[in-house]
């Protein structure tokens, strides 16, 4: 079984330009939840989807959105792009929902996409 | 919102020696306690995780302790390893079913053969 799956790997962009993120969860998990790793730091909450819902979003602007689809999977975009908005962006799949559940709501991580603004 | 500190931010351990990294976190209401453990390149992998409900978990040479009176937990590595070396981060969540994270800077291990 597949795990988490992000794409593209690696990719550099220009300031302005805009970006699209994939994220496939693990077969069977209905949440995707983004997150921005900047080098050096902890990874900071940008959304969090479940069956297609916006379920949280973080102190991000609104460059950045998120979409889920009926298959599960996410695509995370952001426009008008910064020198600052260069990180590693990882996609994280649970199998939502929780109601007491144990495991519901622990989180896997795929190996992320990083991002360079030049 | 949630503020999660973690210390120390860099720490050497001889081999065979345990490690301790501790955590403090803001929210009063935060339940769940995660540790994930992030290898250079690699993605972040859940090592051990608690909840509210429980003051202590082992798993093999990791354990996890909390104290929700002081808001603050820590991991706890024995006989370690060169395998250990890694960044390790810890978070927390306030909400059940809410499933945002917020993660403390890090702390980089190393371990000395």
């Known amino acids: 079984d597949a795990g988490v799956t992000q794409s593209p790997t690696h990719l550099i962009k220009t300031r302005g330009q805009h970006v699209t993120l994939r994220c496939s969860p693990i077969?069977?998990?209905?949440?995707v939840s983004w997150y921005q790793q900047v080098l050096g730091q902890g990874p900071q909450f940008i959304f969090q989807?479940?069956?297609?819902?916006?379920?949280g979003r973080g102190n991000f602007p609104d460059r950045f959105s998120a979409r889920q689809f009926p298959n599960y999977s996410s695509e995370l975009n952001v426009n008008a792009l910064l020198l600052g908005d260069s990180a590693l962006y990882l996609c994280a799949s649970s199998p939502g929902s929780g109601q007491g559940i144990p495991g519901a709501n622990v989180l896997t991580f795929g190996a992320g996409s990083r991002l360079t603004v030049l | 919102g949630e503020n999660v500190e973690q210390h120390p931010s860099t720490l050497s351990v001889q081999e065979g020696d345990s490690a301790v990294i501790k955590c403090t976190y803001s929210d009063s209401a935060s339940n769940y306690f995660p540790w994930y453990k992030q290898e250079l390149g690699k993605r972040p992998q859940l090592i051990i995780d608690i909840r509210s409900n429980v003051g202590e978990k082992k798993d093999q040479r990791i354990a996890v302790t909390l104290n929700k009176t002081a808001k603050h937990f820590s991991l706890h590595i024995t006989e370690t390893q060169p395998e250990d070396s890694a960044v390790y981060f810890c978070a927390a969540r306030a909400y059940f079913g809410n499933e945002k994270l917020t993660f403390g800077t890090g702390t980089r291990l190393t371990i000395i053969p």
């Open positions: 077969s069977g998990h209905k949440s």
């Open positions: 989807y479940y069956e297609k819902e916006e379920r």
